[in-house]
């Protein structure tokens, strides 16, 4: 009878260690196959379609270094906005005055993140030459759902000016 059991807790031993190798392995590839499949950024979108000088390039840099850390804490105040709206969405008992005050401080946010972009899209116009200019002024328009065969073309690119 003990014989019986000590070969049960044997191979339920042996399976489970099976079972713990396979996975690893299974993980280990997984992560590996996760990252291969990634290009390294060598440049950014904006300064590779510009084909920038080396001047130019670094006030790139610098410019996108000023506007980043504040964007990124509007982006994430204006997340957690969201997030507060849903919930006063989905409650039973919905309180008006508080979904209207969360409404205000995201259209608020908005603002602020798109006079952001406005601030560091004309920062990077102050660095190009005037063919460089209008290749920009294309990328953002772009960026922004704007095609040059939009019918609001000729508003969208005033809006940005």
């Given at each position: 009878m003990v014989?019986?059991?000590?070969?049960?807790?044997?191979?339920?031993i042996s399976i489970l260690v099976v079972c713990n190798v396979v996975t690893l392995t299974l993980l280990l590839t997984n992560d590996s196959k996760?990252?291969?499949?990634?290009?390294?950024?060598?440049k950014c979108f904006l300064k590779s379609k510009l084909d920038l000088t080396?001047?130019?390039?670094?006030?790139?840099?610098?410019?996108?270094?000023?506007?980043?850390?504040?964007?990124?804490?509007?982006?994430?105040?204006?997340?957690?906005?969201?997030?507060?709206?849903?919930?006063?969405?989905?409650?039973?008992?919905?309180?008006?005055?508080?979904?209207?005050?969360?409404k205000e401080r995201i259209i608020l946010l908005q603002d602020?993140?798109?006079?952001?972009?406005?601030?560091?899209y004309k920062e990077y116009m102050?660095?190009?030459d005037s063919t460089k200019q209008e290749t920009l002024k294309e990328l953002y328009?772009?960026?922004?759902?704007?095609?040059?065969?939009c019918?609001?073309?000729?508003k969208c690119a005033k809006d940005i000016k």
């Open positions: 014989k019986k059991h000590f070969r049960i807790i044997l191979t339920v996760k990252h291969a499949h990634r290009p390294h950024k060598e080396e001047e130019q390039s670094v006030a790139f840099d610098s410019i996108k270094k000023k506007y980043k850390s504040h964007a990124k804490e509007l982006d994430k105040e204006l997340k957690s906005c969201q997030r507060d709206m849903i919930m006063l969405v989905s409650e039973v008992d919905v309180d008006t005055i508080k979904m209207q005050e969360t602020a993140l798109f006079q952001t972009t406005i601030r560091q102050n660095v190009l328009l772009e960026m922004f759902r704007c095609k040059k065969d019918r609001k073309h000729t």
